[in-house]
């Protein structure tokens, strides 16, 4: 016997109404208290959005419909969150930075929107600052940070525990694996891989002559790189589109388009021709989405 209201609908999912205006995908934006237990209903009392009861929500936030917030996820305002995206456990989202007079960087607290796409998944203990764009289907993984003014492309996966710092660009289609560091300022293509624990730099005076956005610069990472585990890639440095970077490598010097580099520091080895048999036999697959073309830099 279907429900009569919305209540007993929610009875069986264990949550209480709070609201009964609908969510749409397009639809207003909310203001839920804090504390409360929100179930969003359509007005065909179909399940649109669903927050548990431990979730605080401390603005205007909107959830699209479909989509699922687990116990103590905590969502500043301006927080956008589209269809069919999930929030895990202790996950923190439209974070505002705050630092301290330690820091060389001045971050401002102001809030400014953030938009997590549709069919994500926001894994526990996540923290995504405010001022961010994540593409839809994209993956952020547990522990993760996603740091103010960062722009995450489609499909993408940000691995466990790896920080993608502040103003980073990453195109579509890339995947960052467990514990790697992309630094402020960096910019990574579409269809690029990078192995776990890589770390990337923006400063070559390491904090000695404080911060400039001119100054302080990490690596151009173009489209369809693959970056081998534990590599290191210095400020500034330009790795070319195509390329595969060894394991382990300390890349100080910019790598040409379709090169093999590898060591310590790196060098090119190989080149690998552009579409040829031999460059698709030292490619790793990475399968990049139809329609996600979203280059950065190259020649
Ligand atoms: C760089 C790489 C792709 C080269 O593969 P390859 O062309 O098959 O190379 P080979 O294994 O045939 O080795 C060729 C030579 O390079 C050396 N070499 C291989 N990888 C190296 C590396 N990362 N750093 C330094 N030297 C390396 C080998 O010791 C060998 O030297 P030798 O000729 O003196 O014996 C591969 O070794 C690598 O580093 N892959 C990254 C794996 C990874 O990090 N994956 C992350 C996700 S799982």
Known sequence: MPPDDGKDAMKSCGESLVSKRCSHASGPIYKYAASFRTVCMSSNRSLV?????????????????GSQIHDFVTIYPRVRIGLDTEVFENAVLGRPPRG?????????????????GD????SPHATIFTDVRIGDGTLIGDGASVRERARIGKDCIVGHCAAVSYNVRIGNGTKIMDGTYISGNSTVGSGVFIGMLVSTSNDNHMGTEGYS???????????????????CILPRIRVGQGS??????????????????????AR???????????????????????NHACKVGGP
């Not at 603005?59 to 699209?64: A, F, L, P, V």
């Not at 021709?273 to 139809?290: I, L, M, T, W």
């Open 268 to 290: 090119v080895v190989r080149s690998l021709k552009e579409g040829s048999k031999s460059a698709r036999k030292d490619r790793y697959s990475v399968p990049v989405p139809p």
């Open 119 to 122: 069919f994500c998944v926001i």
């Open 213 to 231: 956005e001119k100054v302080v610069q990490g690596p151009t990472i173009e489209d369809d790189v693959r970056i081998g585990q534990g590599s």
């Open 100 to 116: 301290t007079r330690a820091l060389a960087r001045a971050v401002s607290p102001k809030i400014l929107p953030t938009s997590i």
């Open 49 to 65: 959005a669903k927050v548990a009861s431990t979730v605080r929500i401390l603005g205007k936030t909107h959830i699209g419909r």
């Open 244 to 265: 595969i970077i060894g394991a382990g490598a300390v890349v100080t010097k910019d790598v040409p388009p379709y090169s093999l580099a590898m060591g310590m520091p």
